[in-house]
């Protein structure tokens, strides 16, 4: 079996997801995430020309509300984890220059 | 400003209009504007772990009473997808919006380029989608203060195709689509406050090109100055690029009115790519056939139908049907004080002069008016049946704004303003003016029309503005071929 993922790939992935990489595990992902792929490369050699795109796994539409106000929003409750808040704000590392 | 010879502009406008409901799309919160940071911002709005959305059906009604008003296709069944990119204002990192099946599908918008002539842009789509919350950056030096209030306020992103030729063509089709929105009542159009907000995607082409050119995207304009101006520097830049034996390349760019300049924010090679994948959290939204017929019968008639109309069965001049149709509550207003009054000219007049100016000077909205369209029409009906004369109107006017009187006829009837049209009590008042003014007279009677307009006056003035002024003309005329 070709690995469609390799150690370089890996990293990448790392990167774009914000997860850390850790070498010592590298081997064990790269062996799921290939089993997976190989999985995926399994499926795709389905003929599934006249099946229609499954939007939802259940066969049920979706229910509306009413617009009517229902939320009390308690900021200070809310906003308990967040590492910096003050003034109602939270505050993040500056986003422009 | 003119277009280069030779060169010819391409612009499609994605329009985000907030909806005006009450609470978000997604969540029960409160979409009121102006509130204390964060106030109103509840755990889904947040994105805090183990929530769920649940669909407002009230941002569907509205979608489908624009998709309806602009001749669109409306699917019954939509869905939802999330847009996935990684901003603080957008705390769950994706945004629910409608990628492969909007509401609104096609569609278009009649507009009077500036020759006067009309000229149809086509609408793409319309979909559904929430907000992202405000950043602050001058609050705390190093930081971005974050308020999540307008996070998921409900949004709907009307594309048009690039029918658009220049930046005049633009601003038509920016008003006329707030005009449409705030007629419909769906969107309350303040753009001051966010309520409507454009990005123009703009490209330019040689006159004989085919193809359209390398597009620029500019984002985030909150006013038709800057839609307008925004236009006008990209194309020169575009052009001048293209001139200099440069090339474009596609990008997403920001306008800086204070430079008037605009400046790329990111090119296609370093686009977000924004991993769009049906919304596992929603199911598809079906709306009944009956649910879309509901709201095409309750539409209201539309300005352009409307100022037809005006102009048509009451024939009233273009300018006073586009200026009576614009806002739904004026023509509202203005139909029943045409029904009182049972005439359109002169009820046309009078709201569009005496009311519409009161009504500026005291910063009121045509739905605060102190007058009812009723005692307006009932006092056009006593100008009509030569009770009062136009310059009494304008007392009885003042004495109906400040509320002195409910009704014309009774204040009318109670201060003895009828016009004097008993010509026995104007006579003596004409004889002995042209006994006063012999020059005047004589002057009259050779021929110098102008000095009837001072006679006229006089007996006006004598009488307080009572006397019927057709009357005394004919009167002034006649008395001064007897002699």
């Known amino acids: 079996m070709n690995d469609l993922v390799n150690e370089k790939t890996l990293v990448e992935l790392s990167t774009l997801a914000a997860l850390p990489f850790e070498p010592e595990k590298s081997k064990a992902t790269l062996d799921a995430l290939n089993e997976v792929l190989a999985l995926v490369g399994q499926m795709q050699s389905l003929d599934i020309s006249d099946v229609a795109p499954l939007a939802h796994p259940l066969e049920r539409h979706q229910t509306l509300r009413a617009d009517t106000v229902t939320e009390i929003i308690d900021a200070s409750a809310l906003s308990q984890n967040a590492p910096l808040y003050e003034a109602g704000l939270y505050f993040v590392p500056k986003v422009i220059e | ?483």
């Not at chain 2, 005006?20 to 029960?28: D, L, Y």
């Not at chain 2, 009774?410 to 004097?420: I, P």
Request: proline letters at 4%.
């Open chain 2, 1 to 483: 400003m003119s277009i280069p010879a030779g060169w010819q502009i391409d612009i499609g406008l994605e329009i985000h209009a907030q909806l005006n409901t009450r609470s978000k799309i997604f969540s029960g919160a409160s979409t009121l504007f102006g509130q204390s940071p964060n106030s109103q911002a509840c755990a889904i709005d947040l994105g805090m772990p183990g929530v769920l959305p649940s669909v407002n059906a009230e941002v569907f009604k509205k979608a489908v009473e624009f998709g309806l008003s602009i001749g669109a296709k409306i699917n019954q069944e939509s869905r939802f997808d999330r847009k996935n990119y990684f901003y603080p204002d957008l705390p769950k990192g994706y945004q629910i919006t409608q990628m492969d099946h909007p509401i609104v599908l096609g569609g278009e918008l009649n507009i009077l380029t500036s020759d006067g002539t009309a000229k149809i842009i086509r609408v793409t789509r319309a979909h559904l989608e929430e907000d992202a919350g405000k950043s602050i950056h001058d609050f705390k030096p190093g930081l971005t203060g974050i308020d999540l209030n307008r996070a998921g306020t409900p949004l709907l992103e009307i594309v048009s195709e690039p029918d658009i030729k220049n930046a005049e063509e633009a601003v038509a089709y920016a008003k006329a689509i707030h005009q449409l929105l705030t007629y419909l009542e769906i969107c309350d159009g303040n753009m001051a406050e966010g309520s409507l907000r454009f990005d123009a995607n703009i490209s330019v082409r040689r006159q004989d090109a085919e193809k359209l050119g390398t597009r620029s995207e500019i984002k985030n304009l909150n006013s038709f100055r800057f839609l307008e101006q925004a236009i006008h520097f990209e194309t020169e830049r575009q052009i001048s690029v293209l001139e200099a034996g440069g090339t474009l390349v596609q990008d997403t760019r920001l306008f800086d009115p204070d430079r008037h300049e605009t400046r790329s924010m990111r090119s296609k090679e370093t686009a977000t790519d924004y991993r769009y994948f049906p919304e596992p959290d929603l199911l598809p939204v079906m709306l009944t056939t009956e649910f879309i017929e509901e709201i095409q019968s309750s539409l209201p008639e539309l300005p352009s139908k409307r100022a037809q109309r005006y102009q048509t069965a009451h024939e009233l001049s273009t300018s006073d049907a586009a200026l009576l149709s614009q806002d739904r509550r004026l023509g509202d207003y203005f139909d029943a004080v045409l029904t009182f009054s049972g005439n359109a000219k002169s009820a046309a007049n009078w709201v569009r002069g005496d009311l519409l100016s009161k009504l500026k000077e005291h910063e009121l909205s045509i739905t605060a008016c102190p007058i009812s369209p009723k005692h307006l029409g009932e006092m056009i009906q006593l100008i009509d049946q030569g009770v009062i004369s136009g310059k009494i109107a304008k007392e009885v006017f003042g004495a109906l704004w400040s509320k002195q009187t409910e009704s014309a006829g009774d204040y009318v009837r109670q201060n003895q303003l009828e016009q004097v049209s008993d010509a026995s009590a104007i006579e003596p008042l004409v004889d002995a003016l042209i006994t006063e003014n012999p020059k005047q007279a004589a002057d009259l009677r050779a021929g110098k029309d102008k000095l009837l307009g001072f006679f006229v006056g006089k007996v006006m003035q004598a009488t307080g503005g009572k006397a019927n002024p057709q009357q005394v003309n004919d009167l002034i005329r006649q008395k001064l071929s007897e002699v």
